[in-house]
């Protein structure tokens, strides 16, 4: 109890000596909870964005390796036909499933029909994008004998983007006791749109018959065997197209291409229906690595699935880098500052504390001479260094918390803007011929553009983990600048600390 209250008297008999440590110590513990701060936000908003996105994995066509083998093919035909490979619907399932992936998005259509329901527009036609553009009914007739029958006025999917990006919303108008409109969630369970429900005359509940056709790849289009497969579906669901105009009518619109003319199910409703090696049913499918590191890995576990070499596997960059980049860069910038502010600042605490137990030598030989030992003596020390830090901490937290979020908007700033700028440089001057992605038809959305904009700034908070960091670093500096600027001083007999004194 000695040792301890004598040093917390030292710290008053000793101001001029003790504030100019405290001052020192302070600049440190400042500048470690700017840094800390800084640190731990940024490994919070990496994290959440692994958490929430992953890394997107594209497989796509190696262009420059197909290019090759069609000019080595053109030296027998005289003629260079460059045709890129595509993933058939079962490839692009089972490509999914794998242990490195955190998420899987799949996109399943097909152009569908049903004698239960009447489509919008349908005196427009099924118009180009009919799937058998009139070539084939169910039941074997022609185009004249049964129009409704063969005509695809529609489309059977399980994408759900629009209600993401506010074009589409649920009608309640339909909304019963028994019945709220919903998503599918359920197999066998749908969604139409209130115009198709209006027209058809349905209500919640109902149940509809949904047909389509699947055929065998590679025949000529009059050559080719078809398979009739049907849903049986009920509809759970009406939604509004909200950005739909019922006056717009260019040349290019048909029932067929009329948003409102879409019947929304669960992909594995689609999928249920899907034959190995038929076409008819188209799949896009995108994947999410659980960290970007296991690309590697994912690829050799695709080649080893029979992945085509004429493939490519890669990670969006792009929008990992707009998020991530300016985050791990600030992180680069506390890092390196807060080393360099520990180094120097440990140096100098050293040398401060040095001097000022040299000033102190004639006391330390006095206690040694009345008989107490280099335990106590550096323990008096000691705790006149941790209770100085104690104060300057409770100070430093306060301030660096205060200016803090300042600094971390500026640089944070001009992170986000640098890496703005490397962007548009590359876009202006991508780096070769890109290949050509498996996605995107069918009106895909693989993400959210909105939610991958970097923030507009870093909230930083100052949590007990943090706190606690910030106390350990500080207390381990000053505990071992004070001990290393003793070890010389208690390593002299007190006679002869003394002598030197007289």
Known sequence: MYIILNSLQNLIRNRGRNI????????????????????????RVIDNYREKFGSEVMITPDMNRIREEAMQNSANSGRVRMIAPQLTPDELIKYGESEYLMDTLYHAYSDANSNDLTAVNKELGPGTGNRMMGMRSPGGASASENENDHL???????????????TRGLNSAYDTGEYKSREPQADGECMLSAQVMENSGLKLGDKIKVDAELFEPGAEMGERTFTDIKWDLTVVGVYDCISQDDDERDALQSAYNDKRNEIITTFETIKANMQEG????RVESVYFLKEPD???DYDKELRSMGLSDNFLVSTDTASYNTIVKPVERLKTISLT????????????????????IRERKYEIGVLRAMGMNKLKVVSGLWVESLSLTLICLIIGLAAGSLIAQPVTNILYEHQVQASQQEENLTNMNPGGMGGMGMGGMGGFNRRNPEEVKPDERLELSLGWLTVLQIAGIALLLSSVSGIISTQKIIKYEPIKILMERN
């Open 20 to 43: 100019l440590l405290a001052l020192m110590i302070l600049v440190v513990i400042v500048s470690i909870v700017v840094t800390m701060l800084i640190n731990n936000t940024a490994d």
């Open 152 to 166: 695809s006025y529609f489309r059977l999917t399980n994408s759900s983007a629009e209600f993401e990006e506010g």
């Open 278 to 281: 038929k076409q008819g049913i």
């Open 294 to 296: 296991m690309l590697s």
């Open 337 to 356: 500052f807060m080393i360099i502010v520990l180094i120097f600042g440990a140096v100098i605490l050293m040398l401060l504390s040095s001097i000022a």
